[in-house]
T-cell receptor, first 117, second 112 residues
């Protein structure tokens, strides 16, 4: 069973547009939801993360919206730039799992974003 | 943010040899580290969870005798690909959990 579902698979926007990437999770025990940005040939870099006790978090041009009842969260990139072109991954998991086998995070399948100049 | 390093960044080896990849957390102690494999244009595939002082936990379908993991200290985990074959060629990425997970820069392995 896929724990985290991410959509769309790819996205093309014009410079200045607001791409939105959506994720849905299954496990209500998850309490930490990070987003990662990955450029080709590089490891994923943490962008922003949210806890389920808030519905929105902003860091610079990146905003996470969180809907606990729907078990969904999304990433919005304001005023997108060509330099934002990358693959974005959402993830979900337990920040501090009591059991070691609950320690891992589950990742979405990724969204390849292309911001055209 | 937290820094995780990997070494080497790229390695080319002959089929049948073993390759060791190191993952270090540079500014925090990590009792848990993770090893991922990533194929081109695909998501991260978790291979195993490395716990300091205990045996690694492997995901279903990952051969533990093929991919040896050692987490000898709170800042170092190693992945050894034993008797590497061309199908083992991939991008291997480690991460350390603070939380959240911080990823290393990845190691590109090419087996000839």
């Amino acid at each position: 069973q896929q724990q985290v579902k991410q959509s769309p698979q790819s996205l093309i926007v014009q410079k200045g547009g607001i791409p939105i990437i959506n994720c849905a999770y299954e496990n209500t025990a998850f309490d930490y939801f990070p987003w990662y940005q990955q450029f080709p040939g590089k490891g994923p870099a943490l962008l922003i993360a949210i806890r389920p006790d808030v519905s929105e978090k902003k860091e610079g041009r990146f905003t996470i919206s969180f809907n606990k009842s729907a078990k969904q969260f999304s990433l919005h990139i304001m005023d997108s730039q060509p330099g934002d072109s990358a693959t974005y991954f959402c993830a979900a998991g337990q920040a501090y799992a009591r059991r070691k086998d609950f320690n891992k995070f589950y990742f979405g399948s990724g969204t390849k974003l292309n911001v055209k100049p | 943010g937290a820094v995780v390093s990997q070494h080497p960044s790229r390695v080319i080896c002959k089929s049948g040899t073993s390759v060791k990849i190191e993952c270090r957390s540079l500014d925090f102690q990590a009792t848990t580290m993770f090893w991922y494999r990533q194929f081109p244009k695909q998501s991260l595939m978790l291979m195993a969870t490395s716990n300091e002082g205990s045996k690694a936990t492997y995901e279903q379908g990952v051969e533990k005798d093929k991919f040896l993991i050692n987490h000898a200290s709170l800042t170092l985990s190693t992945l050894t690909v034993t008797s590497a074959h061309p199908e083992d060629s991939s991008f291997y990425i480690c991460s350390a959990k603070r939380p959240p997970q911080y990823f290393g820069p990845g190691t590109r392995l090419l087996v000839l």
